[in-house]
T-cell receptor
Framework: DAKTTQPNSMESNEEEPVHLPCNHS???????IHWYRQLPSQGPEYVIH???SNVNNRMASLAIAEDRKSSTLILHRATLRDAAVYYC??????????FGGGTRLMVKP | DAEITQSPRHKITETGRQVTLACHQT?????MFWYRQDLGHGLRLIHY???????NKGEVSDGYSVSRSNTEDLPLTLESAASSQTSVYFC????????????FGPGTRLTVT
């Protein structure tokens, strides 16, 4: 399975944009890039996913490099409620998710 | 509103006992998954199902079993609970095998003493 690499932790100030990076140099052509987040004491929550083009939804934006070997999750204005562990995961046929360690995002007021 | 629920939310059991954790979804999703999450780690897949009567082993299936008799439910059974199975268990569902999102339940915290 193709793997992803994320920083262990990142810090942000409230109401500032946050860019969470993810490297996936062994991605295959059929792998979709998924992002989930897990708030303290809760189950993971879907954030966004994409294949080749950049994607936007009400929660975040996903910027995918042209060679697809990296991607960035963008939270446009971080709030205290965005403090969570963010997982970047490659999903292919079979709708399978393989979780790594993720990035712990801390948001300072 | 459609949802995915897990019960119980907390369970304490003794080593060697059989334990069943329930997962129920009202989205009519074909796929259902069971994960475990140990302290400070990401989730690991235990078992999954793509539909009624279909079950498959995941990465850490030893000591666990599932059965899928209807679309809504995928109970997880620990045949003989061990202390190493102390963990938080999450159930998830998704609509199909296409790369759509999975929806997760709130989790069950299981302690085996």
């Amino acid at each position: 399975d193709a793997k992803t690499t994320q920083p262990n932790s990142m810090e942000s100030n409230e109401e500032e944009p946050v860019h969470l990076p993810c490297n996936h140099s062994t991605i295959s052509g059929t792998d979709y890039i998924h992002w989930y987040r897990q708030l303290p004491s809760q189950g993971p929550e879907y954030v966004i996913h994409g294949l080749t083009s950049n994607v936007n939804n009400r929660m975040a934006s996903l910027a995918i490099a042209e060679d697809r070997k990296s991607s960035t999750l963008i939270l446009h204005r971080a709030t205290l409620r965005d403090a969570a562990v963010y997982y970047c995961i490659l999903m292919n046929a079979g709708n399978m998710l393989t979780f790594g360690g993720g990035t712990r995002l801390m948001v300072k007021p | 509103d459609a949802e995915i629920t897990q019960s119980p939310r907390h369970k304490i059991t003794e080593t060697g006992r059989q334990v069943t954790l329930a997962c129920h979804q009202t989205w009519n999703h074909n796929n259902m998954f069971w994960y475990r999450q140990d302290l400070g780690h990401g989730l690991r897949l235990i078992h999954y199902s793509y539909g009624v009567q279909d079950t498959n082993k995941g990465e850490v299936s030893d000591g666990y079993s599932v059965s899928r008799s209807n679309t809504e439910d995928l109970p997880l059974t620990l045949e003989s609970a061990a202390s190493s199975q102390t963990s938080v268990y999450f159930c998830a569902s998704s609509v199909s095998r296409d790369p759509y999102e999975q929806y997760f339940g709130p989790g069950t915290r299981l302690t085996v003493t």
